[in-house]
DNA sequence: CTTTAAATATGACTATGGTCATGTATGACT
DNA sequence: AGTCATACATGACCATAGTCATATTTAAAG
């Protein structure tokens, strides 16, 4: 690896560190960029050679603790089980795994659709992290047609677009609320109306 | 009516109205509070004596709009048809009015969503659109499980908040695509999916 | 070791949302 | 009508995200 390779990396990560620790002393909005770039040593529009945006930051912080979680997942989705409980061990892990910090979550989600919800826009790729549940659903709910245990005239697309509503929506609904119900059992709760139907 | 309650309103109505122009010539954010201002002839912090912040408008425009809609579909709960059918009509004219302009929609809606996703948190009152149809589909679902049209041991709160959350999302989802599918069609074979459940 | 071109860093500069001390119009009261 | 408190308008000013022409560093070629 070439020195300026180096550097480029080395820079790159003092950025995200500092970075990291300001915005979780301040907040994002209360965090600027002429004091990130100050404390890491840099200029400011050394900055902007690294990120496109401020929010960009936010992007990247994201993405990455996604990738962890998603990664500690992907495992569960392999055993043999029936395709709701594996649908619903699924969610309620990702639940756990924002429960475990509610406040930091409330962070990133809230300014990551900030963010999201413009430029994500312009692009016709779609890489929202909605997407990506989306697909996983999509895929074990296949598995389940076939094996029966999902109804098998049902449209697999709208019902994976069901789960993922439900499964950001509940997030959002939590995160807003000031009492501390569990977003855990809400969500398990709901994947068992949802597979048992709402009418009678 | 007094003549400065007159000048008021005369003002906000000034600045709405060209507002309203500019940003359907140009985009919200392309559309600055100086331009706004300069048009409608007052000064820029006259602006902010109406709007605290220049979002703040556009949820007036969303307001506004979400009014006209809320009323025209009022009507359509009251008919005494089956919970399911209620609620199909409601969701399904609710989407179609959203189909007529699909452009306006979009901007509304994100940035509605950028907007809200902030300042939305700090109140503990939620306001949120998603609040108002929430509610009007819990009352709907009540009525139901008395009629017996529900699953009597269903959590109706639950139930409504997946109708809200399937709706919503749906609606993002045919808002980011690029493709023309019918949103109000889309909307309305989920609901059939929720009523009768994904498992077999 | 020089030279050179490309990658990268820099910070003065711009654009724009938002603030605030000050000025001005309004209407209640005498 | 004259006086005064209050509501409202004003625009200079500030803070900060983002740009860009220029300077510097790197890596390769001669």
Partial sequence: MSLREKKKIETKNRIFEVSGRLVKEKGFENTTVDEITTEAGIAKGTFFNYFPTKEALLLYFVEQKDELIYNLI???????IPT?????????????SYEKDKELTKLLIFEYRRYIGYSGLKPGE?????????????DLLEVGVEKREVKSHIEVKKAAEILTAVYFHSLI????????????????????????????
């Fill in 74 to 80: 992907e495992n569960e989705t392999k055993r043999s």
């Fill in 84 to 96: 709701k409980e594996k649908i619903k061990n699924l969610l309620v892990r990702l639940a756990e």
């Fill in 126 to 138: 779609d890489k929202s992290r909605s997407h990506r549940l989306n697909k996983i659903l999509h």
């Fill in 173 to 200: 609904v939590w995160l807003k609320s000031e009492s501390c119900f569990s977003f855990s059992m809400d969500i398990s709760g709901k994947i068992d109306l949802l597979f048992e139907g709402i009418g009678d």
